[in-house]
């Protein structure tokens, strides 16, 4: 899929990922990005001066009247990207436990449902079409301290292995885009890991689309894992 001419939808594009992810569309010459996030101030903050070919929108992935909104405004997309993301890393054995694994499921797993719904029909009439989910090997493997987040991010993957042959037979590409630890507001308190950078792994992701490649692992911390631990999804009729 080429990615010059076509028209992208971005969740969480204010700031870290989704910021980079849409600087690297628009190097490829994309026709449009929508660029959304939570609040409006924050895009503009980040997108001071930007190219024309990015449009701003308000967009709040755990409403369901926002998202609807979005579909209505944005019919022309044809990639939508599910970037908007939260890791809240609150002990499970905390009593807020329980409300955070609500809201870490809301913005990672239902959010990411309710695009897709939102977003099929529009995807179908516009032909040669994609939805990429963003992931993490916290969807493939347990991360200490991060269980609530690590199962919000395995539901999407199981989501996204779900969805593809249904998908598909409506002409519409899914893809799955896994990643280690990435140099984002959101991991600023670890300190062991090697972290790649966002502009990195935006122009890992956008390869990976190019090259219609179901899965991608834009850093050596997934590519090493997914050597010793190759994805087996299992389906039962």
Do not use: W
């Amino acid at each position: 899929m080429i990615l010059k001419d076509k028209t992208v939808l971005v969740t969480g594009a204010d700031g870290g990922l989704g910021t980079a992810l849409v600087q690297e569309l628009i190097s490829r010459n994309v026709k449009k990005v929508y660029a959304t996030g939570l609040k409006l101030q924050n895009l503009k903050n980040q997108f001071q001066n930007y190219d024309n070919r990015v449009e701003l929108l308000e967009l709040d992935v755990t409403s369901t009247d926002s998202i609807q909104a979005a579909a209505l405004n944005c019919n022309d997309t044809e990639i939508l990207i599910n970037n908007a993301g939260i890791e809240l890393k609150i002990p499970f054995l905390k009593e807020e436990a329980a409300k955070t694994a609500l809201f870490e499921m809301k913005v990672n797993y239902i959010g990411v449902i309710e695009m897709i719904n939102n977003f099929i029909p529009h995807l179908q009439k516009n032909k040669d079409t994609c939805i990429v989910n963003i992931l993490s090997i916290g969807s493939l493997a347990v991360i200490k301290r991060l269980g609530t987040y690590c199962a919000s991010k395995a539901a999407a993957h199981i989501l996204t292995e779900t969805i593809r042959e249904e998908l598909e037979a409506l002409g519409i590409k899914v893809i799955g885009a896994y990643m280690g630890y990435v140099n984002t507001q959101m991991t600023k308190e670890e300190t062991k890991s090697h972290k790649s950078e966002p502009q990195e792994i935006a122009y890992e992701i956008c390869n990976g689309i190019e090259n219609e490649e179901e899965r991608i692992f834009p850093d050596a911390t997934t590519l090493n894992f997914i050597k010793k631990n190759p994805i087996k999804t299992v389906f039962f009729d």
